[in-house]
């Protein structure tokens, strides 16, 4: 079957750094996906990995190691407003999206 | 630039009783379209997709329908309600060329709210 894995839930404090990691178990791959969900609302797009290495926008970069079936998602200088669950998902052979359940981040003063 | 509506914003329905959500995209022109599923603290589920108008593939059997009148409009319904039912909906819409699947990103409205009581 198909499985994406990630974290429930995960606490930072404003200011610092933290790695939302997500392994994922897919028929075929065509890029993994990351959004961002604030608490009753949609998702919104936040990156998009094909190929193996990092990819860095301003405070936001996303890692993928398709070999090894993982990604994270890395957030820098941490702001209240970044308290959202964050998606991953993965695009199977069939242009299908495979969702994770999200990571609810927390961020504390 | 593109844009996609959902209404309404929230619904409470009975059990048994039928459901029309609907959701239209502006700005662009033959997109591929989905209707997802959330449930609380629970990841996507698509539910139905498509690549055309009047062209639909389901993935999960269920109660609930889909159909495409127009080229930017989507309309998830159901005949009858059920307490399973309950969730957040939640269109989403991607460039296409050509009328196929792709790997473009896809880009959501503001979702639906549904309880059944």
């Known amino acids: 079957g198909q499985n994406i894995d990630q974290p429930t839930e995960m606490t930072a404090t404003e200011g610092a750094i933290v790695q939302i990691n997500c392994t994922y178990q897919?028929?075929?791959?065509?890029?993994l996906f990351w959004y961002q969900q604030h608490a009753g609302e949609a998702p919104t797009f936040l990156s998009y990995?094909?190929l193996d290495g990092l990819e860095e926008k301003g405070r936001f970069s996303s890692f993928l190691s398709r070999s090894k079936g993982y990604s994270y998602l890395l957030l820098k200088e941490l702001q209240m407003k970044d308290s959202a669950s964050y998606l991953c998902?993965?695009?199977?052979?069939?242009?299908?999206?495979?969702w994770g359940a999200g990571t609810k981040l927390i961020i504390k003063p | 630039s593109q844009t996609i509506h959902q209404w309404p914003a929230t619904l409470v329905q009975p059990v048994g009783s039928p459901l029309s959500l609907e959701c239209t995209v502006e700005?662009?022109?033959?997109?591929?379209l989905y209707w997802y599923r959330q449930a609380a603290g629970r990841g996507l589920q698509l539910l139905f997709y498509s690549v055309g108008i009047g062209q639909i593939s389901s993935e999960v059997p269920q109660n609930l329908s889909a159909s495409r009148p127009q080229d930017r409009q989507f309309i998830l319904s159901s005949k009858k309600l059920l307490l399973s039912d309950s969730g957040f909906y939640l269109c989403?819409?991607?460039?296409?060329?050509?009328?196929?699947?792709?790997?473009?990103?896809?880009?959501f409205g503001p979702g639906t709210r549904l309880t059944v009581l």
């Open positions: 990995n094909v």
């Open positions: 700005g662009t022109s033959n997109p591929n």
């Open positions: 998902a993965v695009m199977d052979s069939n242009y299908q999206l495979i």
């Open positions: 989403a819409w991607s460039p296409i060329p050509g009328g196929r699947p792709s790997t473009d990103t896809q880009y």
């Open positions: 897919t028929s075929g791959f065509n890029g």
